[in-house]
């Protein structure tokens, strides 16, 4: 695998220059990217450390950091003194981080004072920004636009495993547009009526859902929500989906009607919802030799020919006494019809 150090390359990379295809000596048009405050200093300090130790030094992949307020200097020195990769620093467009125009201030206060006891992040506002934002706004961030990949980092979160290729042109190669680490269930509370209202969006479009989908991941044979979700604080994504007219009438169709406020619709819910429903199986890749933690659970492959590259224990991994990554491996792609059906069936509390 080449090593890209041409630091006159990574400068012209954001703005274009680099090529996307063909040549496995370039850089693709790609970034690492994460949504933080400057009291994250230490955690994305310590998890770019380690995505530099583990994959990025022999790449040097931008960064791009996203603040909704003005970043510190000490901020912006710190995070510069841990890569040799180029830095961006944004801030957050105030269009993009505020209440949505379709509920009102009183009934999110109630919806909060109801919530605040029911769900981790139950009673927060900002919470709530955020998840909207995420799953909105982050690929309409100028800092974003002539990206064609990006891969999601947290402060705080540890990868295990030497990452000896470069995952975004593994996806790019094999056509995947979502690829993903963790998958656990989402707590019924915060999502009651999210699969309620994606039902009534399938059934509005019809033309604009695709002719097979991995829809029977997320929603059993009976109708039923499972609740599986892909954990987004990882996440190596195609923007082409995210930028796709599919994803945004499905994403302004959940914002009128209010349950990321009103409910806690998390954005790893409804971005797995949307990469289910909107993608085939085949787009949807687990990167199962990449050992990943972020608080509550840990991923450890335990394949021999993975654990080499890790140090992880693989008896302490999450995913595979898992219930979501069985049925991911299980469950197969259905046509349009049988994912139309399962949007008419009777919603299951």
Not at 111 to 131: F, I
Not at 135 to 142: N, Q
Not at 147 to 165: F, K, Q, S, T, V
Not at 187 to 213: D, F, G, H
Request: net charge positive; glycine share 6%.
């Amino acid at each position: 695998m080449p090593k890209i150090k041409d630091l006159a390359k990574r400068e012209k990379y954001l703005a274009g220059n680099t090529t996307s295809t063909g040549n496995n000596n370039t850089l693709l048009r790609a970034a690492i990217v994460a949504l933080v405050r400057d009291s994250d200093l230490d955690g994305i300090c310590a998890t770019i450390r380690q995505v530099e130790d583990r994959f990025n030094r022999e790449f040097g992949y931008p960064y791009i950091l996203l603040n909704d307020e003005d970043f510190t200097q000490e901020f912006m020195d710190s995070v510069r003194a841990v890569t040799e990769a180029k830095v961006y620093f944004g801030k957050l467009p105030a269009s993009h981080r505020r209440l949505s125009p379709y509920v009102t201030e009183e009934k999110v206060k109630a919806a909060l004072e109801r919530n605040k006891n029911r769900c981790l992040y139950g009673g927060s506002y900002s919470y709530r920004l955020m998840c909207r934002y995420r799953f909105g706004f982050t690929h309409k961030h100028p800092l974003l636009a002539n990206l064609d990949y990006y891969w999601r980092i947290e402060p705080g979160a540890e990868y295990y495993c030497n990452i000896p290729y470069d995952p975004f042109r593994f996806m790019c190669d094999k056509n995947i547009v979502y690829g993903f680490t963790i998958t656990p269930t989402e707590k019924n509370k915060a999502v009651e009526t999210l699969w309620t209202t994606t039902r009534q969006w399938m059934l509005e479009n019809p033309e604009i859902l695709p002719e097979k989908s991995f829809i029977q991941w997320a929603v059993d044979k009976s109708g039923e929500y499972t609740r599986c979700h892909f954990w987004s604080n990882f996440e190596i994504v195609d923007l082409a989906f995210y930028r796709s007219a599919a994803y945004e009438s499905y994403f302004q169709h959940l914002d009128r009607a209010g349950g990321f406020f009103y409910e806690q619709w998390g954005d790893a819910p409804v971005h797995s919802i949307a990469a289910s429903m909107l993608l085939r199986k085949e787009q949807i890749h687990w990167f199962e030799d990449i050992g990943y933690y972020y608080p509550r659970y840990t991923h450890c492959p335990n394949k021999p020919e993975m654990q080499r590259n890790c140090i992880c224990n693989k008896k302490s991994g999450f995913v595979y006494h898992d219930m979501c990554i069985r049925r991911f491996t299980e469950v197969s792609a259905i046509d349009k019809g049988q994912g139309l059906a399962l949007a008419h069936l009777p919603d299951r509390k």
